[in-house]
């Protein structure tokens, strides 16, 4: 029995065809999108991503995807899209938590990038030389700005680093020459070493409570700089911080600063005022170095050491307090100082430098305190105005040099306790007439009053040691004979007659009080026939006042 035939339906060819067709984009898709990254899968405890490696695209505007064969995107490698010239734009997506060191480095034409909250690192150099990338957008994910992340940027203008950033890296703005403005987050507590160095333009810049140091270099040849607002967190303030800063007109160091280093504003030609909080310990060497317009400095009052250099050749500078806490004072501290006219050096000071007042050539008088015990080489050499001096009787040794050509100095008071001059310590000391030692004589170098040839040397009765001659110039016993008589007030000025050894020079000292005297001299007088007037113009300034008279 045949059986009648069933007819079978087919599709259609075309439906077929137009299947494959339909399928063929959605197969395709995925490896154009992914051909122009170079990528490795991880997988770590059981999680698996990608981090893309290389870049091999055309540039322009590109799109980092969030997946690849469906695994996230979580990482741009080390030098991923480094000197991809023709890179100017570029997404981030966020599924991305780590940037890797130089990963866009030298895009030249890249001008823009936001880095996710995702992102928690971005490497070292990761944009450095992205010359015109002209805005970052730091979402507030990173944790930590690292070395030079975007140095040499020149095209950059403005940055604000988010309060999730807690340490800016060396040199991670350096070289940014456009850059005009810097908002800081408030969690920020380091400011790495040449961090912000050669921004040229930065006009301004706050330091957030939060910041505990300032790194080397820090901010060193931003000439631009014309106000730094350092806030009460900072301890530490790093060598050559603000060094050629030379737009910087005034500084105000907190007291929360107890470290302030070397050359830390040397060559802030424009600064003209400066407070050193009372937390300083140590001025470093060189701190205020060539600061030729600083008029006005306040030293705080914990400052033990005033190091080498720290105020040389601050032109302008016509006084100084050094405060009570300050030991020593360091080689060529206030050297060429020209326009300083007055120093108070406190008792606490044991020594002063080599050439610590080197030509300053305005000094006219000066108190060496009863506390120190050395004075360095060339340390008053060229201070032409000062005209009488009395060293006191804890100095044990004068360095070479130490007054010479000192041409205005008439008169020279050595205590008891000197036992050694150096080599010139007098010499070119054209005006100087009597030097009174009250002590031995003392060993002395080569030609300490070479060109100063009207001194005579005096010395009392009863010390030893003494010829008739002393560093090649005559000696003379001082007379014992001398009285203060006719004390008194005349002609509005309080004063007393003086009678000794006829032509002797005597020098009359005044301090105001006597607990912890500190003596000036106020007068040099010749007795002339064995008389002499003193008078005293400033004696209604002072409350009370002590006069004492060195002679024999």
């Given at each position: ?17 137009l ?35 290389g870049?091999?695209?055309s ?29 100017t734009?570029?997404?981030?997506p ?8 130089f ?17 928690r690192?971005?490497?070292s150099?990761?944009?450095?030389s ?18 030079g ?11 604000t680093?988010?309060?999730s ?5 060396p040199?991670a ?5 456009n850059l ?5 987050g408030?969690?920020?507590s380091?400011?790495g070493?040449?961090?912000f ?15 505990i ?6 901010f ?5 700089l014309a106000?730094?607002?350092i806030?009460?967190?900072?301890t ?5 911080a ?5 737009s ?6 907190p007291?929360?600063v ?7 504003f040397?060559?802030?030609?424009n600064?003209?005022?400066a407070t ?5 310990v ?5 701190a ?13 009052n ?5 190091g080498?250099?720290?105020f ?18 360091g ?7 020209v ?10 000071v044991i020594?002063?430098g ?14 060496i305190?009863?506390g ?9 050499d060229s201070?032409?105005?000062l ?19 000192c ?15 150096g080599d ?20 002395i170098g ?11 040397v005096?010395y009392l009765p ?5 010829a ?22 005349r ?8 009678t ?19 003596w ?9 026939d ?12 002072f ?10």
């Amino acid at each position: 029995m045949c059986r009648p035939s069933i007819p079978i339906k087919r599709r259609p060819r075309w439906l077929i065809s137009l299947s494959w067709i339909l399928l063929l984009p959605l197969l395709t898709f995925p490896a154009v999108g992914q051909a122009q990254f170079n990528y490795t899968i991880n997988t770590n405890s059981g999680t698996t991503n990608v981090t893309i490696t290389g870049y091999t695209g055309s540039g322009g505007s590109v799109i980092i995807p969030g997946t690849i064969t469906g695994w996230p995107v979580a990482g741009i490698g080390d030098s991923a899209f480094s000197s991809s010239g023709s890179l100017t734009n570029v997404t981030i997506p966020d599924s991305v938590t780590s940037i890797g060191s130089f990963a866009f480095s030298s895009c030249s034409n890249l001008t823009g990038v936001t880095i996710p909250s995702s992102v928690r690192s971005m490497g070292s150099f990761a944009f450095s030389s992205c010359t015109s990338l002209t805005n970052i957008t730091i979402l507030g994910g990173v944790a930590g700005l690292e070395n030079g992340v975007v140095q040499n940027c020149t095209s950059l203008a403005s940055v604000t680093i988010p309060n999730s950033v807690t340490n800016i890296g060396p040199s991670a703005f350096s070289g940014c020459t456009n850059l005009t403005g810097v908002t800081m987050g408030h969690y920020v507590s380091t400011i790495g070493s040449f961090a912000f160095s050669g921004c040229t333009r930065l006009t301004g810049v706050t330091i957030p409570n939060s910041v505990i140091s300032i790194g080397t270099q820090a901010f060193s040849s931003c000439s631009g700089l014309a106000s730094v607002a350092i806030a009460s967190g900072v301890t530490s303030i790093g060598s050559d911080a603000f060094i050629n800063c030379s737009s910087l007109t005034s500084i105000n160091i907190p007291d929360s600063v107890t470290s302030l280093g070397d050359l830390a504003f040397n060559n802030c030609t424009n600064l003209t005022s400066a407070t050193i909080g009372n937390g300083v310990v140590s001025l470093g060497n060189s701190a205020f170095q060539w600061c030729a317009s600083l008029t006005n400095v306040t030293i705080g009052n914990r400052v033990t050491s005033i190091g080498s250099d720290a105020f040389s050749s601050c032109t302008r500078l016509t006084g100084v307090t050094i405060p009570n806490s300050v030991t020593n004072i360091g080689s060529f501290a206030f050297a060429s100082c020209v326009s300083l006219a007055s120093v108070t050096i406190p008792n606490s000071v044991i020594s002063i430098g080599r050439y610590a007042f080197y030509s300053c050539v305005n000094l006219a008088s000066l108190t060496i305190p009863d506390g120190v015990t050395g004075i360095g080489d060339g340390a008053f050499d060229s201070c032409t105005s000062l005209s009488s001096l009395t060293i006191p009787r804890s100095v044990t040794s004068i360095g070479g040099s130490a007054f010479s050509f000192c041409s205005s100095l008439t008169s020279v008071t050595v205590g008891h306790s000197v036992t050694n001059i150096g080599d010139y310590a007098f010499s070119s000391c054209t005006g100087l007439k009597g030097v009174y030692f009250q002590g031995n004589v003392p060993s002395i170098g080569s030609s300490i009053f070479y060109g100063a040839n009207s001194v005579t040397v005096y010395y009392l009765p009863g010390t030893t040691g003494w010829a008739p001659a002393f560093g090649g110039q005559p000696t003379k016993q001082l007379s014992p004979s001398l009285q203060i008589t006719a004390v008194g007030v005349r002609t509005n000025q309080f004063g007393f007659v003086i009678t000794g050894s006829s032509n002797l020079v005597i020098v009359v000292q005044a301090c105001t009080e006597l607990a912890h005297p500190i003596w000036s001299p106020v007068g040099t007088n010749t007795l002339t026939d064995g008389f002499s007037y003193f008078g005293d113009p400033a004696w209604a300034n002072f409350p009370g006042r002590f006069y004492r008279v060195l002679s024999p």
